[in-house]
């Protein structure tokens, strides 16, 4: 896996072994990107990257210029990884990585843009999509999952696109 765009082009993101963190592929992490660039969400912007695995999400927003990324991880063996991204990308000064289980923390994190990645298994089910976009305080949230999203109450989809088995939904508050 790569970095697609930015200052880190090419630049290699390792991914935790096993199944129990998904990454987000290349090719959604480009188109994701060129639509958040379009609607000039990301330059400047504090992001969070909520499920964060790897990092894939938020180490792509830093190189495009994002100001600062908290990542929210619970899976040991996936902070690992995750910090030795951010050590080998040199983005330890513009990153906080906060340990524990998304859903609670997201209510601690000040972003202007929040990507929230769930594993598929729990990611389809809409009371955990209400509860966290009820727990987020940024006005504009990605949501990736393995199916459509519904809308959620005090949200509007301002796009919604399916990407082989995986769906990227762009909320922002109503």
């Keep these: 896996m790569r970095v697609v765009s930015g200052a880190l082009r090419g630049r290699r993101i390792d991914a935790p072994p096993g199944t129990s963190t998904r ?6 992490r480009e188109a994701t ?3 958040l660039g379009s609607l000039d969400l990301v ?11 790897s990092g894939a999400l938020g180490i792509e927003a830093l190189s ?3 100001a600062h990324c908290t990542f929210v991880e619970r899976d ?5 990884v995750l910090r030795g991204n951010l050590h080998e990308l040199d983005l330890i000064e513009r990153s906080t990585v906060v340990p524990g289980d998304a859903l609670v923390r997201a209510a601690e994190i ?13 990611g389809a089910d809409i009371e ?10 940024a006005p504009f949230v ?5 199916r459509s999203l519904d809308g959620v109450a005090g949200w509007d989809i301002v796009r919604e696109k399916r990407y082989g088995r995986t769906w990227v939904t762009f909320f922002e508050r109503a």
Excluded: I
């Design 23 to 28: 990454p987000t592929t290349d090719k959604v």
């Design 33 to 35: 990107f060129n639509a």
């Design 43 to 53: 330059l400047d912007a504090r992001v969070a990257d909520l499920y964060a695995g």
């Design 64 to 66: 495009r210029g994002a």
């Design 76 to 80: 040991r063996t996936a902070l690992a």
């Design 110 to 122: 000040d972003a202007d843009l929040v990507f929230a990645d769930p594993p598929y298994d729990t």
């Design 128 to 137: 955990l999509w209400s509860s966290l976009l009820a727990a987020v305080r």
């Design 142 to 146: 990605v949501a990736e999952s393995g």
